[in-house]
């Protein structure tokens, strides 16, 4: 069997396999990216946060991005039957980029790995990773190629971006329960002839089902005319609803008034998907010499379609801590890459808790809210979930003394 050596070995050429491989390439490393499929290929998520574009400019994309045509975003809508509010993510607490895109994942994964492919990174798609041993030195992965050799290669560090695939957490025992209750999503693309002037199409709508407060929808238009239509709630919930997965998207939605007149000339031309338990968690973010990005360390859930951007800011954190260890720096890789990561996860947990427990509601849709309040929030919504000075990142548990106020307001 051929051993083949690299600097750093990534798992998965997603957004966080991406940036981290244009990352690394700015520091002068061999990157090599391993990855299963052959781009462009579906993937579910399609919102972008703004956060994530800092990320995607550090690592040399940004014009790729903006050359590709995607929806314009600046904000989010919700919708509770006659209630409805939104967010403009240009006015929020915290400094940033306050605009975003839209995007049909399939095509949005292809440009970013296409531009680490032009910054120099080695992308091998359709080779499949079948062992990792890292009680060594050095990683060594066990890979086998589409023509079905078996192969090694020996890096000097491993970054696993598989995201669902969750490659290392299932070869290294290192999965744990995630704590969050069994949900699935029924998503599909729709071409949606929406005409309703009320619509924002720079803007997800999130809408909520008239009887169940822990069931949404999110709406994503696109560019081309179509959206990406969804809906999220624990998977017995589904149980009622005959047919296959289009028929209970349709008939979920039709239970939904404000957003089945919305969609009342929908072309459903595209059978709709189904992913059930994707909520994960992890017992370790790292180890020795390997760390993992993103979707493949922890998922939380779609709602505020976080996603995205904690596997680029993942590969920012570990990339550069992989510099400072080239440069000759000691790192913690727990203290410098595992807790500053989860502090964000866990400010964005605290809104995905509130969220299905109905008190989050409560909040964006009170009738004489905060202003100062919604900015706060309109920056976690946009995705500043590191921003320590914001109050709601710094202590999430004031989410909960907000919740009180105004169901007591209410």
Not at 163 to 179: A, H, N, Q, W
Not at 319 to 343: F, H, M, N
Request: charged share 25%; proline share 5%; net charge negative.
């Amino acid at each position: 069997m051929r051993t083949e050596k690299t600097d750093i070995v990534i798992i998965g050429a997603g957004p966080a396999g991406a940036v981290a491989a244009g990352l690394l390439r700015k520091q002068g490393r061999q990157v090599l990216v391993i990855e299963q499929q052959q781009f462009p290929r579906f993937s579910i998520g399609e919102s972008l946060l703004p956060q994530s574009m800092a990320y995607i400019e550090e690592a040399g994309f940004l014009q790729d991005v903006v050359e590709a045509g995607f929806q314009y975003k600046n904000g989010a809508a919700f919708r509770r039957g006659d209630k409805r509010t939104a967010f403009d993510f240009r006015d929020k607490f915290s400094a940033g980029w306050g605009t975003t895109y839209q995007v049909q994942r399939a095509s949005f994964d292809h440009v970013l790995i296409k531009a680490a492919e032009k910054a120099g990174a080695e992308v091998r798609f359709t080779h499949k990773v079948e062992a990792v041993d890292v009680a060594g030195e050095r990683p060594r992965l066990t890979v086998k190629s589409p023509d079905g050799e078996i192969y090694e290669i020996e890096a000097g560090f491993l970054l696993d971006a598989s995201g669902f695939g969750r490659v290392l957490p299932r070869l290294l025992d290192l999965e744990t329960p995630s704590g969050f209750p069994l949900r699935s999503a029924f998503f599909t693309h729709v071409e949606d002839r929406i005409t309703d002037p009320d619509f924002d199409r720079n803007k997800i709508l999130v809408s909520v089902h008239p009887e169940h407060v822990d069931v949404w929808f999110w709406t994503i238009p696109f560019s081309n005319g179509r959206c990406s239509q969804g809906v999220v709630a624990r998977a017995e919930f589904f149980e009622r609803f005959p047919g296959d997965e289009t028929a209970k998207l349709r008939a979920i939605i039709g239970e939904t008034p404000t957003l089945s007149h919305l969609l009342k000339d929908a072309v459903w031309d595209t059978p709709a998907r189904t992913l059930t338990g994707y909520a994960a968690n992890v017992k370790s973010l790292w180890g020795r010499n390997f760390a993992l990005l993103g979707n493949a360390g922890e998922f939380l859930d779609p709602v505020f379609s976080s996603g995205v951007t904690i596997a680029v800011k993942s590969a920012s954190l570990a990339a550069a801590c992989i510099g400072r260890e080239a440069a000759g720096e000691s790192v913690d890789w727990q203290a410098d890459y595992a807790t500053p990561l989860k502090a964000g996860v866990d400010a964005f947990r605290a809104f995905v808790e509130s969220w299905y427990r109905g008190g989050f509601q409560d909040v964006i849709f009170h009738p004489q809210p905060s202003d100062d309040v919604r900015r706060m929030i309109s920056a976690i919504l946009a995705g500043y979930a590191w921003d320590l000075k914001n109050p709601y990142v710094a202590q999430p548990a004031r989410l909960s003394t907000l919740e009180q106020l105004c169901a007591v307001a209410s």
